[in-house]
């Protein structure tokens, strides 16, 4: 089961002020990644090919990156994501700039259930929240802004609770 996952938005400003979004990601003001709501993306020692690290539970290298342009990273976690995901900025033909995030995926033993059931639908939240922050950085408003379902706002709510649990909890 491959798994194609795409997330875009036509954005009304020029490349160049997306293309600097992206390479922000990670820094300590990151002006993409939704860090209010979401775990903060971290790459040591900082974004450049080779550098480690992700977001949550999910765990990547940068495989590329092309400055102002595009930025692909090779999961190395959860175990079971064989895959990659990629940022890429361009210029549309009706002077917009196309900001496109693709994951690509093969998962294997649990993550062929984790995938569908709890990390596609906070994935897929997400990145709609960073796509509506590079819309507001570009154009100074969202036209439509995200909203999470009841089912992401469930899982949310989930993970929290099993955070604040002391250890040996339950056991």
């Known amino acids: 089961m491959a798994v194609r996952n795409v997330h875009e938005r036509r954005i009304a400003a020029p490349p160049e002020r997306i293309g600097a979004l992206l390479d922000g990601l990670a820094s300590e003001d990151d002006p993409l990644w939704p860090v209010a ?53 361009r210029p549309a033909d009706d002077g917009t700039t196309l900001l496109r995030h693709t994951l690509l995926l093969v998962p294997h033993g649990p993550a062929r259930l984790t995938w569908p059931l709890f990390f596609r639908p906070l994935h897929d939240a997400v990145l709609e929240d960073a796509l509506d922050r590079a819309e507001r950085a570009g154009t100074g408003t969202v036209g439509r802004p995200a909203r999470w379902s009841p089912y992401v706002r469930l899982l949310r709510t989930a993970v929290r609770k099993s955070r604040r649990r002391p250890a040996g909890h339950g056991s």
Do not use: C, K, N
């Open 37 to 89: 709501d979401w775990p903060r993306m971290r790459l040591e020692p900082g974004l450049a090919v080779g550098a480690a690290g992700g977001h949550g539970p999910v765990r990547y290298t940068v495989i590329a990156h092309e400055p102002g342009r595009a930025v692909r990273f090779r999961f190395t976690g959860p175990s079971g994501f064989d895959g990659h995901h990629e940022f890429t900025v």
